[in-house]
DNA sequence: GTTGACCTTCCAGCAAGGGGAAGCCCTAGA
DNA sequence: TCTAGGGCTTCCCCTTGCTGGAAGGTCAAC
């Protein structure tokens, strides 16, 4: 299989299959006039690569991820570790969103979006700096 | 002031504020020995930077909000589109980070984390990439 | 033989800074 | 007066995970 056949069947781009080379994760072959050569196995491994990504897992989660795939005798203790790990950087990431998400919507509430100048959102953004401290002081 | 202390002043670290005026966010004076100088301005310009940016506003949405804070002609409602479309593009990372839980979620509870290699985790990493295909195809 | 679709490598760049080197500047203390 | 230290400067590379493009080789079809 030459590249672009391995990324229709992955869903993966060319260049991102490339990089991927690069990086270590896939090893294709290389026939005589420098096309990379791509076998069956190889394709698994990026399909198994586009669905990690998919999931959010970080390129170095991907590669012990795939590692633990082709290691006949991991522990499934390992991937359960790296995916509750994971799970939590999501979670995190989820919760710093939504308080993100109620201060944005707090003050886009409490914009007129009018012609006229007054916006509580550039006040807020104004003047919440110093007030932080301010109130972690006098609190 | 000095950079370190409109640093201690907006929390920014000091290379975030020289990275600042490289891409023409603040522009300090300099003084004979070459040294930045902030006035109550600049220091009030970062700190609005700052809060922005903790709510999630990229550069060049903050370049925006910056000129309208200063523009003393300015429409809420401009400000208030700014803040709109930054908490769609919230809402939608928060669905996709939602998403991804769920099925990461379900997967890590599927898994025994023990030290045989049976793993629902890496079973499902190695298959679903066809089978997605498969099901929407057959579907 | 010549298009046009592949493929190759390399270089540059995105966001939004962080790390660290090499080298001024300024002040305080012995 | 010298020296140590801390702060400041510029510069360039590193990060994550690719993406785009330029310059050029290859291959199958017409």
Redesign the interface.
């Known amino acids: 299989m030459n590249i672009g056949d391995v990324a229709a069947l ?2 993966l781009p060319a260049k991102t299959i490339r990089y991927y080379e690069d990086i270590g994760l896939v090893k294709p072959l290389r026939s005589a006039n420098g096309y990379r050569t791509f076998r069956e196995s190889d394709a ?1 491994k990026l ?2 690569l ?3 990504r998919a ?2 897992f970080s390129i170095e989660d991907c590669r012990n ?1 795939l590692a ?2 082709e ?7 390992e ?3 790296i ?2 790990q ?2 939590k950087r ?2 995190e ?2 919760a710093e ?2 308080e ?2 109620a ?3 707090h ?2 509430d409490a ?9 509580p ?2 006040a ?3 003047t ?3 007030d932080e401290e301010h109130l972690k002081k006098t609190a």
Chains 1, 2 share one sequence.
């Open positions: 992955s869903g698994h399909a198994f586009g669905r990690s999931l959010g991820l633990l795939y290691d006949e005798k991991r522990a499934s203790a991937v359960k570790e995916a509750e994971h799970l999501i979670d990431k989820i969103l939504k993100m998400r201060t944005l919507a003050l886009v914009c007129a979006g009018d012609h006229r100048p007054d916006c959102i550039l807020d953004l104004a919440k700096q110093k």
